[in-house]
């Protein structure tokens, strides 16, 4: 099956761009997407990308697609103290049932 | 996206009892899933709720611990049975707008933290 590996612990200083890493196995993925959760929440949607595109950028998240390597990336520019929190990646392919998740990278934000 | 209510939020219960989270959302939907986040963990899929048939459940996962109900588009339980500090988990409802393959994104409640002592 799909397996999907991200680093468990990131630390910035505020101002400063963060870079979560995920990657994943299954090159037949063709949806990625990022979600983050809050202490004490659920996750929320944060933003996606389709295999077919390199980039999308979506205000201060840039999400860039290796599909050579099977990497993703999410990037915070000027990362504030409000967006520490666990960012999970998750991968799905057309006919798969339901996403798979990356273990989940904990941002820590420091002001 | 819908509104996704989860009742309740935490609860604390005893060992060997039975817990039936319930999973509520604005609009009808055609997939609902169930995920566990034990503590420090990524999500792992229990089941996907059927409506008018019997949850589909992954492997690791069966029936008889976790029976779920779909009664309807909007409406799931999922119940935690003869409880064990083990299933200490977070316990995520989640929906599916379109589809409910892998080419849509899901949404997800805030999620029910079970304490079993």
């Known amino acids: 099956g799909e397996d999907v590996e991200q680093s468990l612990f990131l630390s910035v200083r505020e101002g400063d761009s963060s870079v979560i890493n995920c990657t994943y196995t299954d090159s037949s993925s063709t949806y990625l997407y990022w979600y983050k959760q809050e202490p004490g929440a659920g996750l929320q949607l944060l933003t996606y990308i389709f295999s077919n595109m390199d980039m999308k950028q979506d205000q201060r998240l840039t999400v860039l697609l290796n599909k050579k390597d099977k990497h993703l990336s999410l990037r915070i520019a000027d990362t504030q103290t409000g967006d520490s929190a666990i960012y999970f990646c998750?991968?799905?392919?057309?006919?798969?049932?339901?996403?798979?998740f990356g273990s989940g990278t904990r941002l820590q934000v420091q002001p | 996206s819908a509104v996704i209510s989860q009742k309740p939020s935490r609860d604390i219960c005893q060992r060997g009892t039975s817990l039936t989270i319930q999973c509520q959302v604005d609009?009808?939907?055609?997939?609902m899933f169930w995920y566990r986040q034990q503590p420090g963990q990524s999500l792992t899929l229990i089941a996907t709720a059927n409506q008018g048939s019997e949850a589909t459940y992954e492997s690791g996962f069966v029936i008889d611990k976790f029976p779920i109900s779909r009664p309807n588009l909007t409406f799931s339980t999922l119940t935690v049975s003869n409880m064990s500090p083990e299933d200490s988990s977070i316990y995520l409802c989640?929906?599916?707008?379109?589809?409910?393959?892998?080419?849509?994104?899901?949404?997800f409640g805030n999620g029910t933290r079970l304490t079993v002592t």
């Open positions: 989640s929906v599916s707008l379109s589809g409910g393959r892998g080419n849509s994104p899901l949404h």
């Open positions: 609009s009808q939907v055609t997939m």
């Open positions: 998750a991968v799905g392919g057309t006919g798969r049932r339901a996403l798979t």
